[in-house]
């Protein structure tokens, strides 16, 4: 849940900018621009700011819109159940009842006992109080899962169209970058990744899990986000790209990926001699720092967007923040290409 004072923070910023057209302008400004503020007579305008602070708060919007759109698919549920109850003649407390409550099992005795040895530290001393905490826990997990399932089995029926415009930052992308699928994929998924960063690491089988569901449908482009905190890290994104020169980045890309605490100099270049590069040009290209320039691009596009840790992705100008599991690619790719579909027919 997003802190109160973001919301009413970011509120109070859209009604600033919404009600500024309205309010007496003390200066003179192009024609059509909001001005939010004046300093020595002179116009600030929300193009202005919005340059100024836009990327800072794209992750703020972000939260906001997945908060309007839980609370949307909220709504959308209470009203398939109490269309579901009144066709069952029921009330919407004894549909419940009678969907997820009656429908969930209680927790055998092995499962509690279980339970209870594995997280034995983490419990009250007492065995028959342990045991009662973990049955209301794992109850409490059943029922959960179940209202989760039902409300899947409701929707899953009609048709559900989210109109809302989600917020959308802009990548800029040099056009040489790493890249996987096709240019006219009408989903874009930018990576912004560190090769000694376990979690980026973990995300390689979520996106190879993207690329064999969506196919062309997405296109993958890897951009750089070497932390100081990993010591080899900026020396492997330069590699990755003297291989690319050579037509290997994802070769080694994915070598890095399996072998994070293996990106020494040496380690690098005998791994570049193992997929038949041209050691001695790869090794000048790591030596004299011939992809610095690349990796800094990469760097300042990642503070631009306010991305400070990795990994990040930004689907369709869209933030995907963390580690994510598939299913969280899959809910803003799937809106992606049906937003597109609906597009192409109008």
């Given at each position: 849940m997003i802190p109160i004072v973001f919301v009413v923070l970011a509120l109070s910023l859209s009604s600033t900018l919404a009600c500024a057209q309205q309010a007496k302008t003390p200066a003179p400004a192009e024609t059509g621009a909001v001005v939010v503020a004046t300093i020595a007579g002179q116009p600030i305008t929300v193009d202005e700011l919005e340059k100024e602070v836009g990327s800072?708060?794209?992750?703020?919007?972000?939260?906001?819109?997945q908060v309007q759109s839980e609370a949307i698919r909220e709504i959308a549920f209470r009203r398939q159940l109490e269309r579901a109850a009144a066709a069952a003649g029921v009330s919407v407390e004894q549909l419940m009842q009678r969907e997820?409550?009656?429908?969930?099992?209680?927790?055998?005795?092995?499962?509690?006992?279980?339970?209870?040895?594995?997280?034995r530290s983490r419990l009250p001393a007492d065995e028959e109080q342990a045991k009662t905490v973990v049955l209301q826990g794992l109850t409490q997990q059943r029922l959960q899962q179940r209202e989760a399932a039902y409300r899947e089995e409701l929707l899953a029926g009609v048709e559900l169209r989210i109109l809302l415009e989600p917020p959308r930052a802009s990548v800029r992308l040099a056009g040489h970058e790493p890249a996987r699928g096709p240019a006219e994929a009408p989903v874009t998924v930018v990576e912004f990744s560190d090769f000694q960063c376990p979690f980026c690491a973990r995300?390689?089988?979520?996106?190879?899990?993207?690329?064999?569901?969506?196919?062309?449908?997405?296109?993958?482009?890897?951009?750089?986000?070497?932390?100081?905190?990993?010591?080899?890290?900026?020396?492997?994104?330069?590699?990755?790209?003297?291989?690319?020169?050579?037509?290997?980045?994802w070769?080694?890309?994915?070598?890095?990926?399996?072998?994070?605490n293996q990106l020494a100099k040496p380690q690098l270049i005998a791994q570049a001699t193992a997929l038949g590069l041209d050691v001695d040009r790869f090794t000048r290209c790591l030596t004299e720092g011939e992809k610095a320039d690349e990796v800094n691009a990469d760097m300042m596009t990642a503070r631009e967007l306010g991305i400070t840790g990795t990994p990040a992705f930004v689907v369709n100008g869209r933030m995907v923040m963390g580690a994510q599991p598939f299913e969280a690619f899959k809910e803003v790719i799937d809106d992606e290409i049906a937003r597109a579909s609906a597009a192409a027919r109008r």
């Open positions: 800072r708060l794209v992750t703020l919007r972000q939260q906001i819109y997820v409550t009656a429908k969930v099992s209680p927790p055998s005795e092995e499962e509690v006992a279980q339970v209870v040895q594995q997280y995300s390689q089988a979520v996106l190879q899990q993207i690329q064999g569901t969506y196919g062309d449908k997405v296109r993958l482009v890897f951009k750089h986000l070497p932390l100081d905190m990993h010591k080899d890290a900026r020396q492997a994104a330069e590699a990755s790209l003297c291989a690319a020169d050579q037509g290997k980045f070769e080694l890309h994915d070598w890095m990926f399996a072998n994070i």
